[in-house]
Each structure stands twice: as C-alpha cells, then as structure tokens.
C-alpha cells in the first residue's frame, strides 16, 4: 500500500508541470506607445505567405489589421491613409464590450441579469403589453431573447429601425426567452441600463472600469464605440486574460466570464452574451429565422470567439493559439449584413497558412456560407461552398 500511495504521489508532481505550465501573457503599459514585438519569423511564418494575407486584406477594403500572440504583436499592418493613430467604430463588435461591463457592474452588485430590465428603464420602454414587457431581463438582453419583433422596415421618419432605442421601434412579437432574434436596438439600452444602475454615463463608466485600468482610449458616440485598432487589440487582449490586465483583475466573477463566453441558450448555439462563439453544431444569423448545421467559421479554431461588427469590424481571441486578431475597414463585401462572416473564413484560411509548413489557401476554403441582401423585402438568395443539410423556420 505504501508503494502505491508513493508511486502515486510521484506520477502527480511529474505531471504537475503539464498540468499548470502555460506562457505568460505580456501588457503593454498604460501610457505611451511601446508595445513588445515577436518577429514573424519567430512564428515559423514565411513572408511571402504574410504577403499574400496583406495582399486579401487590401483587396477587401481592409483599414488596419493586427495579430497578438500571448498580447506581444507579431503582425501590424496599416493601409491607405489609416495610420496608427487613426480612430475607427467597432461597430457591433462593441455589443461584446458591453457584455464585458455588464458583467463587472453585476459583480458590484450594481444590477443582476435575472432583473427585469424594466426595473432600470420604467414601465413603457417597450410597446409590448405591460405583461409582455415585465417577461424581459437583462439576460435576454444579452442573449439577444427578448422576445421584440426583428423585423425592421425603413421609412422616411427612422431610416435605420434596427438601432431604434424609441418604444414605437421595440414591439412584441414572442414571450422573452423563446426565439433567438438579433435586435440592436434592445441591446443599446444596456448602456442606459449600465447608466441607471451606476449613476454615471456609459462613457465615464467605460473611462473608470476598463480604459483607465487598461490604458484604452476612446469614446461611445451615439452607443458606438470608437478607437484605434491598438485600443481594440487591448480589450482583446484583457478578454483572452479573461477579464485581467497584468496584477489587475477587472472581473473577478469567472463564472460570468464562462457564460459570457459560452452557449447562452439553444436556438443559437453559436452566441453568448453578445459574444460569436465557434466550434459549435450550428448557428443563426441576424434577421434570418434559420438554424443552419455546422460551426460559424470552419476554417478557424474551434475555441475561437469574436466579436463582430457591420462592415467587417473584428475581434477574433483564439486561447489554444494565445491569439488575438483585430481587423477595422470598410465592408469587405455588399455591406448589407449587418455581422458578417464570409471574409472571416477566408481570412482564417489565409491566417492558417501564415507558416511555412502549412497548405496553401484553396485547400482550406471549406464551407462558406452567404446571405443576401440583407435586410430583405421579398426573398433572400444563399450561397454555400458545401451542401446545406438543414434549414429550419
């Protein structure tokens, strides 16, 4: 018995090294502009290959793009007249960093996501019957399940009926928490939940609980957020850490941080809390009531997450590469969807052939999926690489 207890405790410490060894990640400091490199040769990538996903980049109306590894920048790369210091929206890859805040205001004890999100905004912020409304929490919020109509048809008086915040825009269609409905216009009022709860606005709440403890510049003008695509690449950097920047942990609450990150609910499995999650069985896409077979982007890893903006504003963290990739640009295709996600899978092909040893980029053009136009009035018409096996209305 002796032998084996010893025996035991032995083959424990020989794999406690395996089991806890892991590369530190580096943060760059909160003022100035230095910012530790690795050279891509460090990586084993060959420049002929980085030439050829510049080359795509640019072809797709790319601004700026970035890749870190373990938070030191091994690509950096600007085109045109967008520099370093040139400021950028995030689109709805900002949705993401509201989640972020949501979850340190709930570790505050500021809200909790089961509230009802009427208790911040009043009774009315809906159109929906007062029962209806009562149904819709913070949670539904986040996991875009709150139940409002997501059909949206311009006209001349609200152009764009999707970012409406008005009660006239947020209509009943269904009970919150039976359909998964991409709907932006309830997600914004999480900022003015934010500010109800704290008593601050959005913007001196994003200054004093994250951009002063990250060194991240930058602003929401009209609940979109602006910066510079080394800003972005920071909140990437602080969301691989999970929600840590060097000593300081801004989000202490791990298991908001793994919902946050995960699954929320089954219609799509492939989102979060306002979080794109991949390695998933299937997906939806916003103002589409299809469920549709498969992960979001084949071509990239299965841990990935991203947060994803209109015209191809983009956050992708890879944990199992310690990989954040940032993209800021013009549409790289129609710019009618409102997340897109053809030019991710054909960036990670690129990506994915960044080393030497790796296959060439036609070989990894699996299943790519397009929807269009987007919205729609009469009819949609897809497009896929591969076969699509399920549809579901």
């Known amino acids: 018995m002796l032998v084996r207890t010893l025996t035991v405790i032995a083959c424990l410490l020989s794999l406690k090294p395996a089991l806890t060894a892991q ?3 580096y943060f760059p400091p909160k003022t100035g502009n230095t910012w530790q490199t690795l050279s891509p040769a460090s990586q084993h990538f060959c420049q002929d290959r980085i030439d050829s996903l510049y080359q795509f980049l640019e072809t797709n109306n790319t601004k700026s793009f970035m890749l870190l590894k373990d938070g030191k920048i091994v690509l950096e790369k600007y085109f045109g007249t967008f520099v370093q ?4 929206y995030w689109a709805s890859a900002g949705k993401s960093f509201t989640a972020f805040m949501v979850g340190q205001a709930q570790e505050e004890g500021l809200l909790n996501i089961q509230d009802k999100t009427s208790d911040y905004l009043g009774t009315g912020w809906t159109s929906a019957p007062s029962d209806k409304e009562a149904l819709i929490t913070i949670w539904h919020q986040l996991s875009m399940t709150s139940g409002l109509d997501d059909t949206f048809i311009p006209t001349p008086t609200e152009p764009d009926p999707n970012t409406c915040t008005n009660p006239q825009c947020l209509n009943y269609l269904a009970d919150a928490g039976t359909r998964w409905a991409y709907h932006t216009g309830a997600y914004r009022l999480l900022h003015n939940v934010l500010a109800s709860a704290s008593g601050s606005t959005i913007n001196q709440f994003t200054k004093s609980h994250v951009l002063d403890r990250t ?4 602003l929401w003008l009209f609940d979109v957020f602006y910066s510079t695509t080394r800003d972005m690449a920071r909140f990437g950097l602080l969301t691989l850490a999970k929600g840590a920047w060097d000593t300081d942990t801004l989000l202490h609450d791990q298991d908001y941080f793994y919902d946050m990150t995960h699954s929320s609910q089954d219609y799509n499995k492939s989102y979060g809390y306002l979080w794109w999650l991949n390695g998933q069985s299937s997906f939806m896409v916003p103002a589409f ?3 549709f077979p498969g992960e979001l982007l084949p071509n990239a890893p299965d841990d990935m997450i991203a947060a994803l903006g209109k015209n191809d504003q983009k956050i992708h963290i890879v944990p199992s590469k310690g990989w954040v990739v940032v993209r800021m640009g013009n549409a790289a295709g129609t710019g009618n969807e409102v997340v897109p996600i053809s030019f991710d899978n054909t ?5 994915n052939q960044l080393e030497c040893n790796a296959s060439a980029v036609h070989d990894q053009l699996e299943n790519e999926l397009k929807i269009y136009p987007n919205p729609a009035k009469s009819g949609w018409q897809i497009e896929s690489n591969g ?4 549809m579901q209305l």
Do not use: R
């Open 85 to 88: 210091d040139s400021l950028w």
């Open 23 to 25: 590369t530190a990640l």
């Open 215 to 218: 060194g991240m510049k930058g």
């Open 387 to 390: 076969a699509i096996q399920k």
């Open 347 to 351: 960036m990670w092909a690129y990506l």
């Open 289 to 291: 009531q299809f469920v």
